[in-house]
């Protein structure tokens, strides 16, 4: 059974303090990516890696960054949070165009 | 842009009714699509996928999903909901235009099923 999981379900930071959003898949997926999640806005691709160090920009990557330092693990971080990054963060992992989800994060920033 | 659009953005419905949600996509090309669902309090999990060969597709659950290419549309079928449906939906394309295979999601749809 795959399994994506992530580091927190529930996060509070306040406005400027830096934060981690941990993800790790089991599946040996070659991609991963960071997707927020907004009602009536569906789901926004942040970033994506298709490889260990390698990253692309998705369509909202501002205020944002990653890390992908091993094949199974792949960070978010907010260099600087402010109150519009409150939002559920979802990780999938994937490969031959289908992708798993885990449970997601939701972030409140205060 | 790509862009996907979803018809519904909330759907109430009674236990035994039929469903149809509607999707569109706006992609020149070939396209893999697919409909995820997230139960409350679950994570987002695949319900069926198209890539390519007969149409109509079905998945878990008693759900089904007819794609017509001619209308870029992939429209998500039940015959009879169930209390248990109760879930946000969301249709996804993945067009395939020979980089990494991203998902676009559409808006999502809310669907509550009354007993």
């Known amino acids: 059974d795959v399994k994506v999981t992530q580091s927190s379900r529930y996060l509070v930071k306040r406005t400027g303090e830096k934060v981690f959003l941990e993800c790790v898949q089991d599946?040996?997926?070659?991609?991963m990516f960071w997707y927020r999640q907004d009602p009536g806005l569906g789901l926004r691709l942040i970033y994506f890696s298709y490889d260990v160090k390698m990253k692309e920009k998705g369509d909202i990557p501002e205020g944002y960054s990653v890390s992908r330092e091993k094949k199974e693990r792949f960070s978010l971080i907010l260099e600087s949070a402010s109150t519009n990054q409150t939002s559920m963060y979802l990780c999938a992992g994937g490969a031959d165009n289908e992708q798993f989800f885990g449970p997601g994060t939701r972030l409140t920033v205060l | 842009a790509q862009s996907v659009s979803q018809h519904n953005h909330h759907v109430i419905l009674s236990e035994a009714a039929s469903l149809e949600l509607g999707c569109n996509y706006s992609?020149?090309?070939?396209?893999?699509l697919f409909w995820y669902v997230q139960y409350p309090g679950q994570h987002l999990q695949l319900l069926l996928k198209?890539?390519?060969?007969?149409?109509l597709v079905k998945g878990i659950k008693g759900f089904e999903a007819e794609f017509i290419k001619s209308k870029f549309s992939f429209n998500l079928r039940k015959p009879s909901v169930q209390w248990s449906d109760t879930a946000e939906y969301f249709c996804a394309v993945s067009p395939l235009s020979g980089g990494y295979n991203k998902l676009i999601f559409g808006a999502g749809t809310r669907l509550a099923v009354h007993p």
């Open positions: 992609y020149g090309g070939t396209v893999n």
């Open positions: 198209y890539f390519s060969g007969d149409p």
């Open positions: 599946m040996d997926h070659e991609n």
